[in-house]
T-cell receptor, first 113, second 115 residues
Framework: EAGVVQSPRYKIIEKKQPVAFWCNPI?????LYWYLQNLGQGPELLIR????????DSQLPKDRFSAERLKGVDSTLKIQPAELGDSAVYLC???????????FGPGTRLTVL | AQKITQTQPGMFVQEKEAVTLDCTYD???????LFWYKQPSSGEMIFLIY??????QNATEGRYSLNFQKARKSANLVISASQLGDSAMYFC????????????FGTGTRLQVFP
């Protein structure tokens, strides 16, 4: 069974540019999460989806970050415009149902210059 | 106050030896879950083991076991017979309540296994 797929694995952009990350969860997993992991820290939740509905986006900086999961399967996280402080690893995870174990993808390492 | 505390920034262990990675947590909930994840240099968070607050026995998964001491609010990970491939970052995480999805992670412990 394929795991959580994320692309790209690495992205380098200049500040003020837009960037987008893509995630395809494990087949059949209804719940999808985006996490932010700063260097030397554990991941922090940005947004959680139940199917196509964002049920927890309280930690998402909505002035520059947006996310969508239109058909309840894959998801895109966007930053526009990117700032220097956005340099981090963006992790996607999925779980079968609400409350189940979360399985993570390899992450996208973003560097903003 | 931090919800999850991992006090060991780094640990060294010799191959084939056992190692314990510490984790303490803080919650007022009666129902919660504790997780350990491994993060190798490739970046992926790999699920290792889970302990529910109502589980009476310590969780075990192969070479991994969780030393759950509820009164002390600790959930230490024990890796037996360490292998070179165990070298990675290890994160302890907590899910508060039942059927909630928010995981709170600690800052991690970097484990290095040497021959």
């Amino acid at each position: 069974e394929a795991g959580v797929v994320q692309s790209p694995r690495y992205k380098i952009i200049e500040k003020k540019q837009p960037v987008a990350f893509w995630c395809n969860p494990i087949s059949g997993h209804n719940t999808l999460y985006w996490y932010l992991q700063n260097l030397g820290q554990g991941p922090e939740l940005l947004i959680r989806y139940e199917n196509e509905e964002a049920v927890d986006d309280s930690q998402l900086p909505k002035d520059r970050f947006s996310a969508e999961r239109l058909k309840g399967v894959d998801s895109t996280l966007k930053i526009q415009p990117a700032e220097l402080g956005d340099s981090a690893v963006y992790l996607c995870a999925s779980s079968l149902v609400d409350g189940d174990t979360q399985y993570f993808g390899p992450g996208t390492r973003l560097t903003v210059l | 106050a931090q919800k999850i505390t991992q006090t060991q920034p780094g640990m060294f262990v010799q191959e084939k030896e056992a190692v314990t990675l510490d984790c303490t947590y803080d919650t007022s909930d009666q129902s919660y879950g504790l997780f350990w994840y491994k993060q190798p240099s490739s970046g992926e968070m790999i699920f290792l083991i889970y302990q529910g607050s109502y589980d009476e026995q310590n969780a075990t998964e192969g070479r991994y076991s969780l030393n759950f001491q509820k009164a002390r609010k600790s959930a230490n990970l024990v890796i037996s017979a360490s292998q070179l491939g165990d070298s990675a970052m290890y994160f302890c995480a907590m899910r508060e309540g039942y059927n909630t999805d928010k995981l709170i992670f600690g800052t991690g412990t970097r484990l290095q296994v040497f021959p």
